[in-house]
């Protein structure tokens, strides 16, 4: 019996359960659906019927962070040596900046296959191991958390987790990347511009534009997704520059890459898996270890049903990119739709008084105050659901 019971533990942490249907007599991922409608991931477009093979190809190739267990303590001897339970928006957090540099480093056309031993991808990958040393490990990101209020073990909101990989990324050289974090659902152009150019000169070449990450941290409705603002959402993962969404179910957060119809697909974070490094990926331990860091199948539910506490991201390679970005948020985003998720300005206003820190961190924990022992009792290596 217990034999059975590690076996059906392992299986679970090992392979994330997603939907399942009857196809032929027998059952197959339902996953992706089998509609017309486009399939959207992260700025390109899929037919579902067609192209389903080349939609989990992408889907595999993004880093999937996860809960791990068996790390070296965060914080001393006495820390934690486990993320499950509080770390899943930190995870998220690790997503959107692992995608950036895939983006930057190895392209959006790069795509993960088990043999994969690309020196550059590899380089990446050990920036989000779990040990201090790397820039964006759990270790970092957990204990950074101190400069927002947040205690090691402590749950982050969006917001929380976008302000600490700015801190981070600061001190990254080899990854040459700004973070920007637009509050107050305002994008301040010139702002960013000034922050990306490495002279502050008024026009910028692609060697003197730093790589930008945008992140916008919005709330969509109080306690639920208000629809008004669902078609702004589906618009925002068909512009190229789109990297995803960090934001979640209640209580629950989930990196969001893409849509299909009235849902959205997303990578879980709740799932636990030991902790290891990959190395150079020399030996069958090491092999093993990076395939935990990719995902099969990506998850999907109703848009209306996910958090209102979203964070919008978008990567811009070069000035052109972000100028292009600005375009598609005005036509696309602002002009066609009655509530646009934010705004655009030139410069900031003069009266403007933006939002302090501490609202921001108090209005996070009105959403995920009780998350901690929720998902406590709903996460365990032994229980599942089936979406």
């Not at 409608?37 to 992260?42: K, N």
């Not at 916008?216 to 208000?226: A, D, Q, S």
């Not at 100028?323 to 934010?342: G, M, T």
């Not at 108090?362 to 996460?379: G, H, K, S």
Request: charged share 25%; with cysteine; net charge negative.
């Amino acid at each position: 019996m217990e034999n059975k019971r590690k076996s059906r533990s392992w299986f679970i942490t090992t392979f994330p359960v997603t939907y399942l249907t009857h196809e032929h007599g027998h059952l197959e991922p339902d996953d992706i659906p089998q509609t017309k409608d486009p399939v959207w991931i992260l700025g390109k477009k899929y037919n579902a019927i067609q192209e389903l093979e080349i939609i989990r190809r992408d889907i595999l190739s993004k880093i999937w962070l996860t809960y791990r267990k068996g790390f070296i303590p965060i914080g001393g001897e006495d820390g934690l040596t486990t993320d499950k339970g509080w770390g899943c928006m930190l995870r998220c957090g690790q997503m959107v900046l692992a995608q950036a540099l895939i983006s930057l480093h190895l392209g959006r056309e790069w795509y993960w296959t088990s043999e994969c031993r690309d020196p550059t991808y590899l380089k990446i990958l050990k920036r989000f191991e779990d040990r201090r040393q790397a820039p964006y490990s759990i270790h970092q990101i957990a204990l950074m958390g101190a400069s927002e209020g947040k205690d090691v073990g402590q749950w982050f909101g969006p917001n929380t987790v976008a302000q600490v990989l700015k801190k981070l990324v600061v001190y990254d050289e080899w990854s040459s990347l700004k973070i920007h974090v637009a509050m107050d659902n305002v994008v301040i152009v010139n702002e960013i511009k000034r922050t990306c150019r490495s002279d502050n000169s008024e026009v910028a070449s692609d060697q003197d534009w730093w790589p930008l990450l945008l992140i916008v941290p919005l709330r969509l409705g109080l306690n639920e997704i208000n629809p008004i603002y669902v078609p702004g959402l589906q618009t925002c993962f068909k512009f190229k520059q789109s990297i995803g969404v960090i934001g979640g179910k209640p209580n629950l957060a989930l990196y969001f890459i893409g849509c299909v119809g009235d849902e959205v697909l997303y990578l879980d974070p709740h799932t636990t898996q030991r902790a290891g490094a990959v190395d150079n990926k020399e030996n069958d331990e090491q092999i093993e270890l990076d395939s935990t860091y990719h995902c099969k199948r990506a998850s999907r539910i109703p848009i209306l049903t996910m958090d209102p506490s979203v964070a919008l991201c978008f990567f811009c390679n070069t000035e052109e990119d972000f100028d292009h970005l600005c375009q598609l948020i005005q036509d696309d985003l602002i002009a066609q739709h009655k509530q646009p998720l934010f705004e655009l300005s030139a410069e900031r206003p003069s009266d403007w008084i933006p939002s302090t820190a501490e609202a921001n961190v108090a209005l996070e924990a009105i959403v995920y105050n009780d998350m901690d022992e929720i998902e406590r009792q709903c996460n365990s290596e032994d229980e599942f659901e089936i979406l």
